[in-house]
């Protein structure tokens, strides 16, 4: 497991995205504490230190990737709960060949949702994929493969994606925007408040970080604690534990080139 250092929350709990198995993770009592609350010891039943979960996203446009009405997928990191992280904490489960894991588990559905929403815009989808599992999901403690009953190699890799995903489909950034009269513009400009306070309205009232690109639109991190382990535990809205490099106004919030991803 990762090594063991730690501040704030609203509630939901996600399963895994449908898949050809189910997890055997092992069950987490209800009352696990709450990530980054209390400095209990890494367990399979805490995350620690990487306690604050972070579901990312992008906004890309030049290049275009994923469909012209939806944010994609960046990854699920674990961060300390003081804003730093670790990385790459198990180079014996670094993988270079995550499209044939999913497929032999029988996760073809998640994997056609990941080439429509997890898609990279500099080198393969798949070297993205194993990018984002070996530098962060190696780091997430409650899915170590210790944890699980009957462990069947490569499972918790699996698990990781499909949490990600189940994320993400909660966390709908372009419709949150829409509804709030935010929408992909080559001339408007907006302001900052009014970004965030849309976003917060789909995340129990915490805003996202909200990262700028040349003052235009370009990353959002959702930040999470977790109550049990990160595949079936209690996800709960936290406080983001970065500032944003956005102006207060003049923000620019640019169109996609195209509705399919870049190739």
Known sequence: ??????????????????????????????????????????????????????????????????????????????????????????????????????????????????????????????????????KHGTCINTIDPSCYADYTAQEEVGDFFAKTVSLFKTLDSYTALANAGITPSSSKTYELSDIEDALAAIHDGYAPYVYCSSKELSQLYYYFNVKGNAIDGTYVASERLATTNCPSSGIKYLPKSSSSKRK
């Not at 209800?30 to 990487?50: I, V």
């Not at 996203?57 to 960046?74: C, K, R, V």
């Not at 990385?87 to 056609?112: K, M, V, W």
């Open 1 to 134: 497991m990762p090594q063991m250092s730690l501040p704030a929350m609203g509630v939901f709990a996600l399963g895994a995205f449908s898949s050809g198995a189910l997890a055997t993770i092992g069950t987490c009592s209800a009352d696990s504490p709450l990530s980054c609350q209390t400095d209990n010891e890494a367990s399979c039943c805490f995350e620690y230190p990487g306690g604050s979960l972070l579901q990312t996203q992008f906004w890309d446009t030049d290049p275009s990737t994923g469909p012209s009405d939806s944010w994609t997928i960046h990854g699920l990191w674990p961060d300390n709960c003081d804003g730093s992280y670790q990385q790459y904490c198990d180079d014996s489960r670094e993988y270079s060949n995550i499209t044939a894991i999913l497929e032999a588990q029988g996760r073809s559905e998640l994997l056609e949702y990941m080439d429509t929403y997890w898609v990279s815009d500099d080198g393969s989808d798949e070297s993205f994929w194993e990018h984002e599992w070996n």
